[in-house]
């Protein structure tokens, strides 16, 4: 039996993917596993560490140990920073805007 698998990749978009299964659970199983996030088990920091890196991370918008703990965070864990660094980036432009205003 043939599968067809439908990822979307934007609005009107999608990849698809035709399998042979033997049934229909296995297909859905296959879906299942395909879009189920590949996240390294035991990659990243564990969660205390992972807990005080963003705390500080929060009050001093600096990355402990910098480029080493970087590269042992888990990909979720690199969105996450970068998120913040882009949030703390827009934070900044707009006090510097409303500083100069003030200042005029």
Same mark, same amino acid.
């Given at each position: 039996m043939k599968a067809k698998l439908h990822?979307?990749?934007e609005q009107y978009g999608f990849v698809e993917i035709e399998a042979e299964v033997a &049934?229909?659970?296995?297909?859905?199983?296959?879906?299942?596993? &395909?879009?189920?996030?590949?996240?390294? &088990?035991?990659?990243?920091?564990?969660?205390? @560490?992972?807990?005080?890196? #963003?705390? @500080?991370?929060?009050?001093?918008?600096? #990355?402990?140990?910098?480029?080493t703990t970087y590269e042992a965070l888990s990909d979720q864990q690199r969105w996450t920073i970068q998120e913040l660094?882009?949030?703390?980036?827009?934070?900044r432009a707009k006090d510097e805007r409303e500083s100069l205003e003030v200042g005029n």
């Open positions: 990822f979307p990749t &049934s229909v659970e296995e297909g859905l199983d296959l879906y299942k596993a &395909s879009t189920s996030p590949n996240l390294p &088990s035991g990659g990243g920091l564990e969660q205390k @560490e992972w807990n005080d890196t #963003l705390t @500080e991370y929060l009050n001093t918008t600096e #990355l402990r140990g910098g480029a660094k882009k949030a703390f980036k827009r934070v």
